[in-house]
């Protein structure tokens, strides 16, 4: 097992040379923003939060898939990367219908969350206004295109935690929609286990629990991280 | 000092941030002494005066009317305040821009439905014409500071007031930007 060291805004850090550096990072208490990563899942680099600036490479890159490397000077925060991750947000309130006052999630929302921790105050961008629709056709759970922000969790949970594959993505760019398995209403999707790991992972409020109203959702990633830990160090923990 | 001129103004929207505004309580007995309401829901004035101040604009932009309020006041006002998510992100009015132009929306609710009297509300040039696209402020103006929630907290309205009225840029940071 090699050690790679490096430095994260100026802190000399020493991390595996599998690591990444968001994990570098969260190791030594540097907090870097995400919404698609999801600890248990494969990191797909799809929201751009976790943007960082490297020391001689000209471009932005996700901290969520870039390896660290030997000698490497990461920089986490800068004018640059506030400001386009403040872009980012406003992007995504801009392309779906995101009320938040009569949104389940009200409250308890990573987005609402990013959107404050980024100082976004409005959306500079149109609001494109899309036709999303609201599926509740399982017993339990809802899907609500409105607030989806195609960050993929569902779809990686579902598949890579519990083996099931229900969800995917049809569709590219901003057309892009999550559907149940060939594209039948959730409730017919015959290979929904029913267990819920959308429903926690989703970091909006566009998978919820049928029966909450307005600020009533509230995810439980605990519950995720219990399996992923049962299932990768072989503890059952709560 | 002279008084400040504060306008506030009711697009579209629930009323609620004028509501939240009334729940400032004593605060606005200290506001009285240096504040001059000069329009607004809550005075009497129907023309919009000149050398405004600060304007509060609670609602989002729904009709011809609204537009031309809001070029108004840009025209009259320093600093023009988006007041509220609908004045800020378009909010609940916006949630009708998904159904598509708002023809066919009238159309089906004055009309086509079974339980309504079949006839479009009010005649030519008595009601204001709703725009197809509901928009925040912003969208139509250029807004120079933001006042995000539904509605936004009295004490966030307060903090709000009281940077505008020590002359700093009146922006909000951390938990007083969360929409909703």
């Known amino acids: 097992m090699a050690v790679k060291t490096l430095t994260i805004d100026g802190k000399a850090i020493s991390a595996r040379e599998e690591q990444t550096i968001l994990q570098a990072a969260r190791e030594n208490g540097i907090t870097i923003p995400t919404l698609c990563q999801l600890n248990g899942t494969s990191d797909i680099g799809a929201c751009r939060l976790c943007l960082v600036e490297v020391a001689g490479i000209p471009k932005l890159l996700p901290a969520c898939v870039t390896r660290v490397g030997e000698g490497m000077e990461v920089s986490t925060d800068s004018e640059r990367i506030r400001e386009y991750r403040k872009m980012i947000v406003e992007l995504l309130f801009a392309e779906r219908n995101h009320v938040c006052a009569a949104c389940v999630e009200n409250g308890h929302c990573e987005l609402q969350d990013l959107a404050i921790s980024v100082g976004m105050d409005h959306s500079r961008y149109d609001y494109m206004n899309p036709k999303c629709a609201v599926d509740i056709t399982h017993p339990r759970y809802g899907i609500d295109h409105n607030r989806c922000v195609l960050c993929g969790r569902c779809v990686r949970v579902c598949d890579e935690i519990e083996g099931a594959h229900t969800w995917d993505f049809q569709g590219r760019g901003a057309n892009t929609r999550t559907i149940s398995d060939m594209f039948v209403p959730w409730g017919q999707a015959a290979s929904c286990t029913s267990c819920g790991k959308c429903v926690q992972a989703c970091p909006t409020g566009a998978i919820f629990r049928r029966g909450s109203t307005v600020a009533e959702m509230k995810k439980d990633r605990t519950r995720l991280d219990f399996i992923v830990t049962a299932r990768e160090k072989k503890q059952w923990i709560a | 000092m002279d008084r400040v001129r504060l306008a506030t103004i ?119 014409v709703l725009i197809d696209t509901v928009v925040p402020v912003h969208q139509v103006i250029k807004v120079d500071a933001f006042l995000p929630g539904c509605p936004p907290p009295a004490a966030r309205i307060k903090e709000f007031v009281q940077l505008a009225l020590s002359g700093a840029e009146p922006k909000l940071q951390g938990s007083g930007l969360k929409p909703g």
């Open chain 2, 10 to 128: 009711w697009l579209g929207g629930c009323s609620g941030c004028h509501m939240s505004f009334l729940d400032l309580d004593e605060f606005l007995i200290d506001l009285a002494d240096i504040v001059d309401v000069v329009y607004g829901p809550v005075v009497d004035p129907k023309e919009y005066p000149d050398n405004v101040d600060i304007c509060l604009i609670e609602g989002a932009v729904c009709s011809d009317e609204h537009i031309h309020h809001v070029k108004n006041i840009r025209a009259k006002t320093k600093i023009v305040v988006a007041f509220g998510d609908c004045a800020v992100t378009g909010n609940v009015p916006a949630m009708r821009n998904p159904l598509g132009k708002i023809g066919p929306i009238l159309q089906e609710i004055y009309c086509d439905r079974p339980e309504t009297q079949g006839q479009m509300p009010g005649e030519k040039g008595l009601m204001p």
